[in-house]
């Protein structure tokens, strides 16, 4: 009897599933880069994108690229997949964070504060600005509008802070004047990562960008660690236990030699007196 696995349906077999904003974005990422190579006019490239935004499950995508190659291709394939690649633990899935409507463009610290973290979308282009108080911009659980966003931030006499995952790709651009823009953060991210552009002025204060974790993550590597610690005690008390054992068999050798030894004396304390006897 064989163990037969049933084939993974493809997105053209399920014509009807419902296709998610990220789903979108691949799509019309696939027709800006036609665009880009002369394979479609700008005509044809607007008619196409309201499609796809438009589009509601894959049956509805997938005519938009079908007679478009695949990125890289030399013949005409299909140019966007949708089958969803595991992740490896730990690791950003960005295709499901960038694409959706923005749900903030702005903030506003006017002798106060502002904050904008958790889960939210960030606009394509985003403006804060903060004057006698500070603001706090987290990127950490956020989704991107657009694959490229720019951060512009203006500071007078305050601070804005913008924390961004390990994984994003930050560019930091700016200009301080008795104040400082903070650029140390700056660096590539993972494949896949959208780009993020800080663009920073300060008078009299500060923009800073930090590269921290999330806190599912700062939680997962706490377990990492924990596990780690639960392994080594493990190991060390096996080590222990084998030490003792070993250290008992040798006392238990150690007491058998002295009994034949004290045997073995006995025994010729008897043949001597045996001997002295008429």
């Not at 077999?13 to 799509?27: G, H, I, Q």
């Not at 992740?87 to 702005?106: C, F, K, L, M, N």
């Not at 200009?175 to 991210?189: H, K, T």
Request: with cysteine.
């Amino acid at each position: 009897m064989t163990d037969e696995r049933p084939e993974r349906p493809e997105p053209n077999d399920l014509p009807e599933l419902r296709a998610s904003d990220a789903d979108r974005d691949r799509v019309a990422e696939a027709l800006r880069d036609a665009l880009a190579e002369g394979r479609l006019d700008m005509e044809e490239f607007d008619e196409r994108l309201e499609a796809v935004y438009a589009a509601r499950t894959y049956g509805e995508l997938a005519p938009i690229t079908r007679d478009l190659p695949g990125a890289g291709a030399a013949a005409p394939g299909p140019s966007v997949s949708f089958v969803k690649e595991p992740q490896p633990e730990g690791a950003v899935d960005w295709r499901a964070r960038i694409g959706g409507e923005a749900t903030s463009t702005w903030a506003l610290a006017l002798f106060g504060g502002f904050g904008r973290k958790g889960r939210w979308t960030v606009g394509e282009r985003f403006t804060a600005f903060a004057m006698f108080g500070g603001g706090e911009i987290d990127l950490r659980e956020a989704r991107f509008a657009s694959r490229d966003v720019v951060i512009n931030c203006f500071t007078i006499m305050g601070g804005i802070q913008i924390k961004v995952p390990p994984e994003l790709d930050v560019a930091v651009k700016g200009f301080g004047f008795m104040g400082g823009v903070d650029d140390r953060a700056s660096g590539e991210g993972t494949p896949g990562s959208p780009r993020v552009v800080v663009r920073g002025f300060a008078l009299m204060g500060g923009v800073g960008v930090d590269r921290r974790v999330s806190r599912e993550e700062r939680l997962r590597l706490k377990e990492e660690r924990r596990q780690d610690k639960l392994d080594r005690r493990a190991a060390h008390r096996e080590a222990l236990e084998g030490h003792h054992e070993r250290h008992a068999e040798r006392h238990h050798l150690r007491h058998e030699r002295h009994e034949e030894r004290r045997e073995r004396q006995w025994e010729r304390a008897e043949e001597r007196r045996e001997r002295r006897e008429p």
